[in-house]
Structure formats: structure tokens, C-alpha cells
């Protein structure tokens, strides 16, 4: 306590100086140091935002995929049953074919022999 009693007035007057000093350059230290940390989250949320630009292009992207790719096996399926259908219709030609190649040789071989005797 006497220590304190024995201060000289020009000391607080020195130590308040110092002490606003020292606050004032906590405070811009503190300013600065917001300053940056805006403009690191301002960075980060722009970046986040292109990440989420550049995900949503890809799943449009992926869907217009998958559209197509699903598309492309719809018609698949679609040209695998025309060509079986055609195929039975080949084999149904070829049997008609024969019965009728098979129908003109009984019926000539019936016109024919008749004639022969």
C-alpha cells in the first residue's frame, strides 16, 4: 500500500499512455485478425459453393447418363425381341416354303405319271 501512496502522478499518467497503447494495438491486432478470418470464411464459402455447383452439374450429368444408357437398353430389348420374332417368321417361311417345294413335286409327280402310262 505505501507503494502505492508514494507514486508519483506523472506515473499513472505514463502506465495510462502505455495501457491505452497497448489496448489500441489489441484492438487493431484484433481487427486485423477479424478482417482476415472473413476473408477466409468468405474464400471457404465460396468454395463450398463452387464444390456444390461443380456436384450438382455432375449428377445432372450422371442422370442424363443413366437417361440414355437406359434408353439404349430399352431399344436393345426392343431390337432382341423384332429379331427373334423375325427369326420365327424365317423358320415359319422356310417350313411353308418346303411344304409348298414338297406340295408341287406330289402334285406333278400325280399329274405326270398318269400321262407316262
Do not use: H
Not at 417368321?89 to 414338297?102: C, L, M, P, S
Amino acid at each position: 500500500m505505501d507503494t502505492l501512496k508514494n507514486k508519483e502522478p506523472q506515473d499513472d499518467s505514463k502506465d495510462c499512455t502505455t495501457l491505452k497503447k497497448e489496448v489500441s494495438e489489441l484492438i487493431y491486432s484484433q481487427a486485423v485478425k477479424d478482417s482476415v478470418q472473413d476473408r477466409l470464411v468468405n474464400t471457404m464459402q465460396e468454395q463450398l459453393e463452387q464444390k456444390e455447383a461443380v456436384a450438382g452439374l455432375q449428377q445432372e450429368q450422371y442422370d442424363s447418363l443413366k437417361a440414355s444408357f437406359d434408353k439404349s437398353l430399352a431399344q436393345q430389348r426392343i431390337l432382341e425381341l423384332e429379331n427373334k420374332q423375325y427369326k420365327k417368321n424365317i423358320r415359319w417361311q422356310r417350313i411353308k416354303q418346303k411344304a409348298v417345294t414338297t406340295g408341287a413335286i406330289i402334285l406333278a409327280v400325280l399329274v405326270i405319271k398318269p400321262l407316262l402310262k
